[in-house]
């Protein structure tokens, strides 16, 4: 388990993180989410124990992060752009991590190599960026280190690609001991693969939750009521966080259980209704705005 507690960094003047507490449990796909300048890379940083916070602690399975090896051998950050030695082949990178991790997977880091079309020899400076992209998810991956830090991982992919990495993630979790956290100012990129979301806003923790647990406390209603009376009444039950109309169609997103609210409109005077999904746009979407906020601004721009 990782434990980020009171995490607090200043460059100068600025305070780029303040007072940020998150614990990710083993097992589980963990979305740092948040826009260019909320504090993700500087976030994933002191995680991984490469800067180390004015205030505040990070544990990793209860160990401090910050310049213990014991603790940095758990895990492996590839940054928002990866570093790689100069004129290094994807071969001179496999012979460095190897030195660094002891139960790197070479065969296995080959056989990705080639499944994925990059060449072993070839100077990874003449690599586009989501080829450098790749390469840094397989020499993460092979590392076989427990946790595995991503920034913008899936920045730089097709979608193509984007689905393989997210289906090797997913293999890999049921093999072994291994957790991934992904930081993305993107939540459409997330959306398929995560079990729990932080939302970072200018410095500081907006949300953190369990992605289930948000599912089954807002559902989305499409319904047309037999009469106005009617649609006045049932709406009085309900506790709607959104509506649309649509001549007679409305669309609500409304909190409760999904048994609650289908019991609801099953008694009611309707001649139509449907639940339907929530994507986790429109969950955060209800969640933040709770507390003032317009995800859209924030997230998507």
């Known amino acids: 388990m990782i434990e980020a507690k009171g995490l607090t960094k200043n460059f100068g003047n600025i305070r780029a993180v303040r007072d940020v507490s998150v614990t990710i449990r083993e ?4 979305g740092l989410i948040g826009t260019n300048g909320a504090g993700k890379s500087t ?15 990070v544990l990793v399975d209860n160990m401090p992060v910050y310049d213990n090896m014991h603790a940095k051998a758990r895990l492996f950050f590839i940054a928002d752009e990866p570093y790689f030695f100069t004129n290094a082949t994807p071969k001179d990178m496999e012979r460095y991590y190897s030195s660094v991790y002891r139960d790197f997977d070479r065969e296995g880091f080959y056989r990705y190599l080639e499944g994925f079309g ?21 020499l993460g991956l092979c590392a076989r280190t427990k946790y595995l830090y991503c920034d913008e991982t899936f920045d ?5 690609m984007r689905q393989g990495v997210k289906s090797i993630f997913a293999r890999e979790m049921e093999e072994r001991e291994f957790t991934p956290v992904i930081a993305s100012h993107n939540l459409r990129e997330l959306e398929d693969i995560c079990d729990h979301v932080g939302l970072l806003h200018e410095g500081g923790v907006l949300l953190s939750k ?18 106005a009376e009617e649609e006045g009444r049932v709406l009085g039950q309900l506790t709607c966080v959104k509506t649309e109309r649509r001549g007679s169609l409305l669309t609500l997103t409304i909190r409760g259980t999904r048994e609650e609210i289908i019991a609801i409109f099953a008694a009611a005077d309707c001649l139509f209704y449907e639940v339907l999904p929530l994507s986790l746009e429109e969950i955060f979407i209800s969640e933040t705005e709770v507390k003032g906020y317009d995800i859209k601004k924030i997230i998507l721009g």
């Open 210 to 227: 369990d992605l289930e647990e948000m599912k089954c406390n807002i559902q989305k209603v499409q319904c047309v009521f037999s009469k």
């Open 27 to 30: 097992g589980a796909v963990f």
């Open 118 to 138: 990059l060449e072993k020899k070839r100077k990874i400076s003449t690599f586009s960026k989501g080829m450098k992209k790749q390469l840094a998810i397989l």
């Open 43 to 57: 976030v994933l940083r002191m995680m991984a124990g490469v800067l180390k916070p004015e205030e505040g602690i």
């Open 156 to 160: 730089g992919l097709d979608p193509v």
